[in-house]
């Protein structure tokens, strides 16, 4: 999936997708010209450890 569309899922901006792809955060994204993909299931990781972190 695209930076655009993982920030859709996780409730992010692409940019915040984008910056933690380049700090290896998502396991797997891949440059593909100036854009990420982003693996889905980096996605629901992500998401997946977020509702760990936050505070309830």
Same mark, same amino acid.
Do not use: C
């Given at each position: 999936?695209?930076?655009?569309? %993982? #920030? *859709?899922? +996780?409730?992010?901006? =692409?940019? !915040?997708?984008? /910056?933690? %792809? #380049? *700090?290896? +955060?998502?396991?797997? =994204?891949? !440059?593909?010209? /100036?854009?990420?993909?982003?693996?889905?299931?980096?996605?629901?990781?992500?998401?997946? /450890?977020?509702?760990?972190?936050?505070?309830?």
């Amino acid at each position: 999936m695209t930076s655009e569309q %993982a #920030a *859709a899922e +996780l409730g992010v901006s =692409a940019r !915040r997708v984008r /910056r933690l %792809a #380049a *700090a290896g +955060l998502l396991p797997g =994204a891949e !440059r593909a010209g /100036r854009d990420w993909v982003i693996p889905s299931d980096a996605v629901s990781a992500e998401q997946a /450890r977020r509702m760990n972190t936050r505070p309830t």
